[in-house]
């Protein structure tokens, strides 16, 4: 069985818990009480020295970062599957794999996290703006790439849209309106059952 | 025939041109002229709108971001092999890959940067100063996880060293000195041709 360790507020664990229902695997999910710092207790650290969510342990092989643990559920539960056929399609999915993570993903926290749980006169304001601008920047590419498609790879849904749900779902939080397929493709994308099944309780 | 736009300076380029002998795949090797902004230049952006260097072209398939075509070129050149055979060995190929940017590379251009092109009145002491603890604290963790190997995974040189290699390089300049194992594993792979084929000229 399957252990994945989470918080319910974890973007990047969001992104597995969203492959497991996409994928139907069972798993047991293990909430780590981060308020109460338990991913920097010995326990945790020694499964994951980075003391980050999520960390996933199948039978003691234990895999981190979010997504070399969705290469892995894609290469041991093929079906149904998350990534195109052909080796190109896979290449330009590992590539919107990784720029959601360069381009988006670490801006959004930048915002998000002080706008979640710190109160205003914490806020780094100059910092937040600049990952706003960043990202204003990257949506803006992506909209030329969604033109005339549904999704970013080929026709289909894939690890791609994965990785980027969880950060496309704080748009309204972080006051960005996102150009118009850029808005269509989020829409489609986060009214899928195992995203609203994920969606963070704050 | 393949094209990779690259610089001979850049530590993301190196990876992919590393990949390339170490798999002695024929490519034409397309400096971009980065010093006169040419990966700014619209014919450029056109390829990679993120205008960074390595871009991949094949017959008119582009792909860009180093560890996107490092998988691409294992897909397509599997022989000889940087990836194990199975798939959990695969899984935590792409997890040091991802390591590797999170906690190595991206704090290893905060430090060379400015220590390669920039007068020391322009540098960010501070800045460079917690790049280098981040560094230390994410060599500590390798320095456990190559007790008594060669290797990062199983007893093969991946795709995992491909991507240290181009940072492992400039512990140097960094006045960084690895603990034991990593120093060891250090000189292992900066000793394989592929690696001194690709040494920067600075």
Known sequence: MLKLY???NSTFARRVRIALIEKAIPAELIEVDMVARAHRAPWYLALNPYGRVPTLDEDGFVLYES???LDYLEATHPTPPLVP????GRAL?????????????RQTSTIIFPKRFLPPE???QELMAQAKREIERHLEVLETQLQGKE???????SLAEVCYTPFV???PLMEITPPPAVA??????LQRPSAAQTKPPR
């Open 93 to 105: 999915v590992a590539m919107h794999m990784k720029l959601c993570d360069l381009q988006l993903a």
């Open 184 to 189: 269509a493709w989020s829409g489609r994308i």
């Open 85 to 88: 056929a052909d080796a190109r």
């Open 6 to 8: 989470h918080h319910p």
């Open 169 to 171: 779902e704080f748009f």
């Open 151 to 157: 999704y970013l790879v080929g026709d289909c849904y």
């Open 122 to 124: 914490r806020w780094d």
């Open 67 to 69: 997504t070399a643990i």
